[in-house]
């Protein structure tokens, strides 16, 4: 497509999963439409750790990561509520950037590679009529052959579309909130912390600059409990666990007020709704403790940049291209997300969570199994 306003594919949201897909397709040669409602740089909800499975991904797609000196993350240190720990080594590692970095850096290099990249520009709508996408933003109206949904956990176009997770009852699995800062504090470089409380756990690793990610999950309820004010959350329930009542007494924030994100679900999601490819969050959520959804999100993006260029190419029909997609994102996170489930059910509930750590001191070969269940390979 060669008009201004008409594109191969337009992507709604510029975090990972679109900004990768983005500058794919772009270096491919197709024209390519990304729509994000903020403008980089910003910083979003995140802990910050990317599975060293996404290194060479990211590399390919232009990040200098070996330039910029990010540390590297070797060590898992869980903690249970009661304070009882178990220090794992990481099978494979990750690493620690900032949403605010690399999500920035990623938009310059789809720009260069001739992305048409729309900031401060909401979708507010996406509708399917012979073949062809109508896209309604604030920047005006578009069309496109294909369009992916990449805008997280939440948007304001899963609620319109009532897609199935929007309207399921609200139970513990699907109303998290998200609570983040960016602090300075000693913590080895190569550990990360996942410190469990009563319905949710918290991480703190490093970022670059030497600054850390803290950054935790729990559930609306818990705010709720505590007159929707969350310093007293944090001191009557995180605050609990020793390792975070360290924490919160030896960090200097450096956010005035942390950042925020509420109605957060981990119920399972379609990857493909009214010809939409849904993408990273947006598929699929990667439960608590899982700690790879990112590594997911770009992930997920190269398998659908696979399927769509072979529907461009004519290759394969639209519907081939939809089912292929799903089949592929099934096989290769579906049981990463049930494992995840799974021990979510465990990691749910205090008094649980105490035992299994207790009883995983003994078997550090079985927490690396745990762990290997929910990351994978190098892609």
Same mark, same amino acid.
């Given at each position: ?5 008409q ?42 750790y ?11 797609l ?6 910029w ?12 509520p ?8 990481l ?15 990623l ?28 896209i309604?933003?604030?920047t ?26 929007t ?36 991480? !703190? ?17 818990? !705010? ?15 605050q ?26 981990f ?8 010809h939409i ?5 947006a ?5 608590p403790?899982?700690g ?9 993006s ?11 190419q004519?290759?394969?029909?639209r519907?081939?291209?939809e089912?292929?997609y ?54």
């Open positions: 497509m060669n008009s201004s306003n594109y191969d594919v337009i992507i709604a949201g510029g975090g990972l999963a679109g900004l990768a897909l983005s500058i794919q397709l772009a270096k491919a040669g197709y024209s390519v439409a990304l729509f994000e409602k903020e403008t980089y740089p910003f910083h979003k909800v995140c802990g910050e990317i599975s060293l499975e996404s290194w060479n991904f990211l590399e390919e232009g990040l200098p990561l070996s330039d000196g990010l540390p590297v993350i070797r060590r898992v240190l869980i903690s249970a009661n304070g009882e720990s178990v220090e794992q080594e099978p494979l590692g990750g690493f620690g950037i900032s949403r605010y970095k690399i999500d920035a850096a938009a310059g290099i789809a720009r260069a590679s001739g992305v048409v990249l729309q900031e401060a520009a909401k979708v507010t709508d996406i509708t399917f009529e012979r073949s062809l996408f109508h309604q933003a604030a005006g109206n578009y069309q496109a052959k294909v369009v992916c949904g990449t805008f997280g956990k939440r948007s304001n176009l899963d609620v319109k579309w009532k897609r199935a997770f309207r399921k009852r609200s139970t513990k699995l699907n109303n998290y909130i998200g609570v983040k800062y960016h602090v300075r504090t000693v913590f080895p470089a190569d550990l990360i912390g996942l410190h469990n409380f009563k319905d949710g756990y918290c991480g !703190l690793s490093k970022i670059e600059d030497d600054r850390y990610c803290l950054c935790y999950m729990t559930t609306a309820e818990n !705010l709720q409990m505590n007159g929707s004010s969350i310093p007293l959350m944090e001191k009557n329930i995180l609990k666990n020793p390792f975070l009542e360290k924490i919160f007494s030896s960090v200097e924030s450096l956010y005035d007020q942390p950042l925020t994100i509420s109605q957060i679900s119920e399972k999601k379609s990857q493909v709704e009214d490819l849904f993408i990273g969050d598929a699929g959520m990667a439960p403790l899982s790879n959804g990112m590594s997911m999100a770009l992930h997920g190269k398998i659908a940049f696979r399927c769509i260029t072979a529907f461009l004519e290759h394969i029909a519907h081939e291209m089912q292929e799903t089949d592929q994102w099934n096989r290769q996170f579906g049981r990463r997300l049930w494992v995840g489930r799974q021990l979510q059910r465990w990691f749910g509930s205090e008094s649980r969570t105490n035992l299994l750590i207790h009883s995983l001191k003994p078997f550090p070969k079985l927490v690396s199994f745990l762990i290997r269940q929910t990351h994978g390979q190098p892609f």
